[in-house]
């Protein structure tokens, strides 16, 4: 071949490159933000944090019921700070889970996170088809108030000190996530559900009404999730939705609740898993802790509330 003919080959090749258009690039996967909503604070609440009511203190006589009523008197065994948590999706894509088991002999389910592939574009509908190992587990929780199953190490709560040492940690043991309500902010997010035919507005409507396999122990598939714009609470008078605090000092401590606190699920952001309010406790007669035998609960104040923040007191 002659220099010519080499060089109107190279010509005809780099030509040929300049006009062809590239392979359409692979949809990227739309990934979830969660936030924490201000701790106390009923799902929803677009006012001053700090006018919340969704917490209390309450004196029991059983340690051993997860949401035993709340008494004035008899034989006080624990008090407990009870406060409303709420977890939202701010991110790009739907938070969502499979959960799976091949057998009923297995007790627990494995969970995989799936992502939307692309803005309107599919969404797994299968553990299998999911994308991601979820670094967690489901189980049935067969108690009257659930009889669902639950996500474990979804969230965590604790009461924690001016320097930051967790004085009581959470007895929470597990979530069952849906739409429950709208996020304040939700008009402003770009990627929030629209009520149209698109996969993401189906999901959200599977959601609004997901139960987590209610009364069924013996499902071997379960779906959760959160969906863009959308929030799930758990209002403070549900089992576990509390610190027991019949052991803690009098002092200021910080309430911290904090989603995903192992980082295991794959979101966009991981700033904002955490909200924490500044509380005052305080025994009666100035005591210092509680008395043997307990016949009233401390005051406990709340001093103020940092949304989005794991420190509140300093």
């Not at 949809?27 to 677009?46: I, Y």
């Not at 189980?139 to 004085?167: D, K």
């Not at 779906?223 to 000092?249: K, M, N, P």
């Not at 794959?266 to 307990?294: C, F, H, L, M």
């Amino acid at each position: 071949m002659t220099a010519t003919a080499r060089f109107l080959a190279v010509a005809a090749v780099l030509t040929l490159l300049a006009t062809t258009p590239p392979a359409e690039a692979a949809a990227p996967m739309l990934v979830p933000d969660l936030r924490q909503a201000p701790v106390g604070c009923a799902g929803n609440h677009r006012g001053d944090p700090q006018d919340c009511k969704d917490w209390d203190v309450c004196m029991v006589t059983d340690v051993n019921a997860p949401n035993a009523p709340c008494v004035t008197s008899g034989d006080i065994r624990a008090v407990r700070l009870r406060f409303t948590s709420s977890e939202e999706n701010i991110g790009d894509g739907p938070l969502l889970f499979y959960a799976h088991r091949d057998s009923t002999l297995f007790s627990t389910m494995s969970v995989r996170q799936a992502f939307q592939n692309g803005v309107h574009g599919p969404i797994p509908d299968t553990f299998r088809n999911a994308q991601k190992p979820s670094g967690t587990s489901a189980y049935y929780e067969p108690a009257p108030a659930h009889m669902h199953w639950h996500l474990l190490n979804f969230e965590r709560f604790q009461l924690r000190t001016l320097s930051g040492s967790a004085v009581v940690s959470d007895r929470k043991n597990g979530f069952c996530l849906g739409d429950r309500y709208d996020v304040p902010d939700k008009a402003s997010l770009q990627h929030r559900v629209h009520e149209d035919e698109e996969p993401e507005a189906k999901l959200h409507q599977v959601l609004i009404y997901n139960m987590c396999g209610h009364e069924q122990p013996g499902a071997t598939d379960v779906t959760e999730g959160i969906s863009v714009g959308s929030g799930d609470d758990y209002r403070y008078t549900v089992d576990f939705q509390w610190l027991d605090i019949t052991g803690v000092a009098s002092g200021v401590y910080d309430v911290v609740n904090t989603v995903n606190p192992d980082r295991t699920l794959t979101e966009k952001n991981y700033d904002n898993n955490s909200s924490s309010i500044a509380v005052s406790v305080q025994w009666p007669d100035g005591a210092k802790g509680a008395p043997s035998r307990i016949t009233a609960p401390p005051v406990v104040r709340l001093l103020r509330s940092c949304p989005g923040s794991e420190t509140c007191s300093g």
